[in-house]
Nanobody
Framework: QVQLVESGGGSVQAGGSLRLSCAAS????????MGWYRQAPGKQRDLVAL???????NYADSVKGRFTISRDNRENTVSLQIDNLKPEDTAVYYC??????????????WGQGTQVTVSS
Protein backbone atom coordinates (compact mmCIF):
# COMPACT_ATOMS: atom_id res chain seq x y z
CA GLN A 1 0.00 0.00 0.00
CA VAL A 2 2.87 2.36 0.76
CA GLN A 3 6.38 2.45 -0.61
CA LEU A 4 9.45 4.46 0.33
CA VAL A 5 12.01 4.61 -2.46
CA GLU A 6 15.46 6.01 -1.82
CA SER A 7 18.03 7.32 -4.26
CA GLY A 8 21.31 9.19 -4.28
CA GLY A 9 23.81 6.89 -2.60
CA GLY A 10 27.22 6.22 -4.04
CA SER A 11 30.97 6.15 -3.52
CA VAL A 12 32.85 9.35 -2.77
CA GLN A 13 36.15 10.45 -1.32
CA ALA A 14 36.43 11.94 2.13
CA GLY A 15 35.40 15.57 2.12
CA GLY A 16 32.89 15.05 -0.66
CA SER A 17 29.13 15.48 -0.67
CA LEU A 18 26.05 13.44 -1.49
CA ARG A 19 22.35 14.12 -1.48
CA LEU A 20 19.99 11.29 -0.56
CA SER A 21 16.33 11.45 -1.46
CA CYS A 22 13.32 9.39 -0.43
CA ALA A 23 9.86 9.48 -1.97
CA ALA A 24 6.78 8.01 -0.32
CA SER A 25 3.91 6.82 -2.50
CA UNK A 26 0.66 4.93 -2.09
CA UNK A 27 -2.49 5.36 -0.05
CA UNK A 28 -1.15 8.21 2.07
CA UNK A 29 -3.33 10.67 3.91
CA UNK A 30 -0.61 12.33 5.95
CA UNK A 31 2.98 11.75 6.99
CA UNK A 32 4.11 12.53 10.52
CA UNK A 33 7.82 12.33 11.31
CA MET A 34 10.32 11.41 8.64
CA GLY A 35 13.92 10.49 9.15
CA TRP A 36 17.13 8.87 8.06
CA TYR A 37 18.95 6.03 9.78
CA ARG A 38 22.15 4.23 8.91
CA GLN A 39 23.66 0.83 9.51
CA ALA A 40 27.33 0.07 9.12
CA PRO A 41 28.52 -3.53 8.67
CA GLY A 42 28.30 -5.47 11.91
CA LYS A 43 26.61 -2.61 13.75
CA GLN A 44 23.07 -1.71 14.75
CA ARG A 45 20.90 0.71 12.82
CA ASP A 46 21.29 4.19 14.27
CA LEU A 47 19.35 7.42 13.94
CA VAL A 48 20.97 10.06 11.74
CA ALA A 49 18.34 12.80 11.50
CA LEU A 50 14.63 13.42 12.07
CA UNK A 51 12.24 16.07 10.80
CA UNK A 52 8.69 16.79 11.90
CA UNK A 53 5.81 17.88 9.71
CA UNK A 54 6.44 21.44 10.83
CA UNK A 55 10.13 21.28 9.94
CA UNK A 56 11.72 20.84 13.37
CA UNK A 57 14.90 18.79 13.09
CA ASN A 58 17.05 16.61 15.30
CA TYR A 59 20.48 15.20 14.46
CA ALA A 60 22.86 12.63 15.85
CA ASP A 61 25.83 14.35 17.46
CA SER A 62 28.22 12.72 15.00
CA VAL A 63 26.60 14.43 11.99
CA LYS A 64 25.68 17.86 13.34
CA GLY A 65 26.99 20.61 11.11
CA ARG A 66 27.59 18.25 8.18
CA PHE A 67 24.16 16.71 7.47
CA THR A 68 20.98 18.61 6.67
CA ILE A 69 17.55 16.99 6.54
CA SER A 70 14.65 18.57 4.68
CA ARG A 71 11.21 17.54 3.48
CA ASP A 72 8.55 18.52 1.00
CA ASN A 73 5.13 17.84 2.50
CA ARG A 74 3.32 18.30 -0.82
CA GLU A 75 5.54 15.81 -2.63
CA ASN A 76 5.89 13.41 0.34
CA THR A 77 9.65 13.45 0.08
CA VAL A 78 12.52 13.72 2.52
CA SER A 79 16.12 14.48 1.64
CA LEU A 80 19.47 14.34 3.37
CA GLN A 81 22.28 16.61 2.25
CA ILE A 82 25.57 15.15 3.39
CA ASP A 83 28.66 17.36 3.30
CA ASN A 84 32.25 16.85 4.40
CA LEU A 85 31.85 13.07 4.28
CA LYS A 86 34.12 10.96 6.47
CA PRO A 87 35.05 7.28 6.11
CA GLU A 88 33.07 6.56 9.27
CA ASP A 89 29.92 7.71 7.46
CA THR A 90 30.12 4.57 5.32
CA ALA A 91 26.88 2.66 5.82
CA VAL A 92 23.56 1.72 4.29
CA TYR A 93 21.22 4.66 4.77
CA TYR A 94 17.51 4.02 5.33
CA CYS A 95 14.58 6.37 4.99
CA UNK A 96 11.81 6.10 7.59
CA UNK A 97 8.33 7.61 7.82
CA UNK A 98 5.34 7.38 10.14
CA UNK A 99 2.37 7.41 7.79
CA UNK A 100 -1.38 7.84 8.21
CA UNK A 101 -3.18 5.88 5.52
CA UNK A 102 -6.29 6.94 3.66
CA UNK A 103 -8.46 4.52 5.63
CA UNK A 104 -7.25 5.60 9.05
CA UNK A 105 -4.34 3.27 9.79
CA UNK A 106 -1.02 4.48 11.15
CA UNK A 107 2.16 2.60 10.41
CA UNK A 108 5.92 2.91 10.33
CA UNK A 109 7.63 2.38 6.96
CA TRP A 110 11.21 1.85 5.83
CA GLY A 111 12.90 2.25 2.50
CA GLN A 112 15.08 -0.43 0.98
CA GLY A 113 18.31 1.34 1.85
CA THR A 114 20.98 3.06 -0.21
CA GLN A 115 24.71 2.45 0.16
CA VAL A 116 27.08 5.31 0.96
CA THR A 117 30.77 4.48 0.78
CA VAL A 118 33.43 7.02 1.72
CA SER A 119 37.09 6.37 0.94
CA SER A 120 39.97 8.11 2.66
Amino acid sequence: QVQLVESGGGSVQAGGSLRLSCAASGRIARINGMGWYRQAPGKQRDLVALITTGGSTNYADSVKGRFTISRDNRENTVSLQIDNLKPEDTAVYYCNALIHGTTGWLSDYWGQGTQVTVSS
